[in-house]
């Protein structure tokens, strides 16, 4: 099969050190372009010095360039904008791992995908996608008698609470049993809260040391409960699963998927 070749955006940040190490050692995909932030300090040294894996004979660059299959972009908002409208000018697919896009900006990507194969996922591990859908199930056939709780565990350095996934859990656990979590969610308890009620959905947040990230939901019955846990041990999931996205998204028609349309785990 021939290589996907991929240009980094964002490459010597924190993902796309990662993207690049994984890139190194897939037989799938072959970095072509390693591409920063125009005033970044290390533009112009080898790509693999940068990201501490030796020459590989790329150099960080500060500008895109034709040439790659797929971008995979992890870095700002206003950059990842950037990098869909060149993708979508120079006929290649994108994939954005960016955090943080308005809703205007979000309306651009849409818009710029009409005419370009992208992914866009705030959260590109497959085992929390794999979650996201198996929770919904599984708060369906439980039913009403299980009461649920969501807690997610980071670092000390998060500034966000509760994280974006948890979230994401509970509102797709609420609409999935007929629940609006905006009504039903309730974060952390504390004094004579009063019992709890049958619909409400728990959300309890650790911050500590150098916790990657934890997501449990807990389904508790009489007698019994279930509960599915996600633990991320490194960022390198996050970056699997882009590749996995970038991998697939180049054989697609042009559009806007999200990774559970590269999963397959829609309909
Ligand atoms: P980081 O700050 O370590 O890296 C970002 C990189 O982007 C830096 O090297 C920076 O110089 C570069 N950059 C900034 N402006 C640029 C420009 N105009 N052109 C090219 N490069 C530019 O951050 P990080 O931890 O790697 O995270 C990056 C983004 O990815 C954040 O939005 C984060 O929330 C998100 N993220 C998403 C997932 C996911 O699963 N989707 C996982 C982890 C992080």
Redesign the pocket.
């Given at each position: 099969m021939k290589e996907v070749k991929a240009i980094v955006?964002?490459?010597?940040?924190?993902?796309?050190?990662r993207l690049v190490h994984i890139i190194q050692e897939t037989s799938l995909m072959k970095l072509v372009q390693a591409?920063?932030?125009?005033d970044?300090p290390l533009i112009g040294k080898d790509i693999g010095e940068v990201v501490g894996l030796g020459k590989l004979g790329i150099p960080l660059e500060?500008e895109l360039k034709k040439g790659g299959d797929v971008i995979i972009?992890?870095?700002?908002?206003?950059?990842s904008l950037?990098?869909t409208a060149f993708a979508q000018k120079s006929g290649m697919a994108i994939v954005i791992?960016?955090?943080?896009l308005s809703p205007e900006q979000m309306n651009r990507v849409r818009e710029l995908s009409k005419s370009t194969r992208c992914v866009f996922?705030?959260?590109?591990?497959v085992g929390m996608n794999v979650m996201f859908r198996i929770v919904q199930e599984v708060a369906r056939v439980l039913g009403p008698e299980y009461d649920i709780e969501i807690f997610e565990a980071h670092h000390r350095l998060k500034k966000d609470s509760p994280s974006g996934t948890a979230a994401k859990l509970g509102e797709l656990i609420a609409k999935a049993i007929g629940r609006d979590f905006g009504k039903v969610g309730v974060y952390g308890r504390k004094g004579m809260v009063g019992e709890r009620t049958k619909e409400e959905i728990g959300m309890q947040v650790i911050r500590a040391g150098d916790i990657v990230g934890e997501h449990t939901v807990l389904f508790g019955g009489i007698g019994e409960r279930l509960e599915i846990i996600h633990r991320a041990h490194s960022?390198d999931n996050?970056a699997r699963?882009?590749i996995r996205a970038a991998l697939w998204v180049v054989n697609q028609p042009n559009g806007l998927y999200d990774m559970q349309d590269v999963l397959g785990l829609k309909g």
């Amino acid at each position: 099969m021939k290589e996907v070749k991929a240009i980094v955006v964002g490459a010597a940040g924190r993902m796309g050190a990662r993207l690049v190490h994984i890139i190194q050692e897939t037989s799938l995909m072959k970095l072509v372009q390693a591409v920063d932030r125009p005033d970044h300090p290390l533009i112009g040294k080898d790509i693999g010095e940068v990201v501490g894996l030796g020459k590989l004979g790329i150099p960080l660059e500060n500008e895109l360039k034709k040439g790659g299959d797929v971008i995979i972009n992890f870095t700002n908002p206003q950059a990842s904008l950037e990098s869909t409208a060149f993708a979508q000018k120079s006929g290649m697919a994108i994939v954005i791992g960016t955090t943080g896009l308005s809703p205007e900006q979000m309306n651009r990507v849409r818009e710029l995908s009409k005419s370009t194969r992208c992914v866009f996922a705030p959260n590109m591990s497959v085992g929390m996608n794999v979650m996201f859908r198996i929770v919904q199930e599984v708060a369906r056939v439980l039913g009403p008698e299980y009461d649920i709780e969501i807690f997610e565990a980071h670092h000390r350095l998060k500034k966000d609470s509760p994280s974006g996934t948890a979230a994401k859990l509970g509102e797709l656990i609420a609409k999935a049993i007929g629940r609006d979590f905006g009504k039903v969610g309730v974060y952390g308890r504390k004094g004579m809260v009063g019992e709890r009620t049958k619909e409400e959905i728990g959300m309890q947040v650790i911050r500590a040391g150098d916790i990657v990230g934890e997501h449990t939901v807990l389904f508790g019955g009489i007698g019994e409960r279930l509960e599915i846990i996600h633990r991320a041990h490194s960022r390198d999931n996050f970056a699997r699963g882009a590749i996995r996205a970038a991998l697939w998204v180049v054989n697609q028609p042009n559009g806007l998927y999200d990774m559970q349309d590269v999963l397959g785990l829609k309909g």
